[in-house]
């Protein structure tokens, strides 16, 4: 029988179906392999599912969560990811950086608009 941690390490998505929610260290290894492999493009988007973001999502995740959204602010497919956590989780904390990427990107593409209005 091969220990949990070992099964972890063989391919992240597993620890994601099924079961209930993992302990704390589990959790955030495996929340920044995920994200890992969603700003590499290797993920296989099965740890993407809502149903399999609930069973890492909770608060006690919010100051690794804040830093992702940090370091990956630009990286669309991971801040929808990080969002979907944020929301499932209830991490309040984290509301503010993700309403400022929306901002700024409101921002980006109003300014786009005006240029091909002005074209």
Known sequence: MMKSGRSLETKTEIAVEGGSLLPLPERQRILADI???????E??????????????ANSDLTEDVQQLISEFADNDDAILFLGRLVWQG????????LVTIAADCMEVSMRGKLRLVQL
Do not use: K, Y
């Not at 994200?35 to 493009?41: A, C, D």
């Not at 209830?90 to 950086?97: I, K, S």
């Open 35 to 41: 994200v890992q492999l969603i700003v590499s493009n």
């Open 43 to 56: 993920d296989d988007r099965s740890a993407q599912d809502n149903s399999a973001i609930a069973r890492i």
């Open 90 to 97: 209830e991490m309040v904390g984290c509301v503010a950086p």
